[in-house]
């Protein structure tokens, strides 16, 4: 009888520790998921910012090549 107790208790402990080690293992996964979650809206930030500065880039240029050549914007160039 006193085995018996003694293997009860046993494995207790064993599925105690085992689900200590589960809630860890969960634990380190939420944070290894979270980090990939900020690392992947920071790309997508700025990947947003760098098109946002090429196109104001782009409009700068191609609106200072225009007055530079007389065109003005919205209208159409005279026909020769």
Request: charged share 20%; hydrophobic share 45%; no cysteine.
């Amino acid at each position: 009888m006193l085995w018996m107790l003694g293997a009860l208790l046993t494995a207790f402990y064993i599925i105690n520790v085992l689900h200590e080690k589960e809630s860890q293992v969960r634990q380190e996964l939420n944070a290894s998921v979270e980090q990939a979650q900020w690392y992947v809206r920071h790309a997508a930030d700025v990947s947003r910012e760098l098109k946002y500065i090429a196109e104001n880039r782009l409009n700068a240029t191609t609106s200072s090549l225009d007055a530079m050549n007389g065109v003005l914007p919205g209208k159409a160039p005279a026909p020769q």
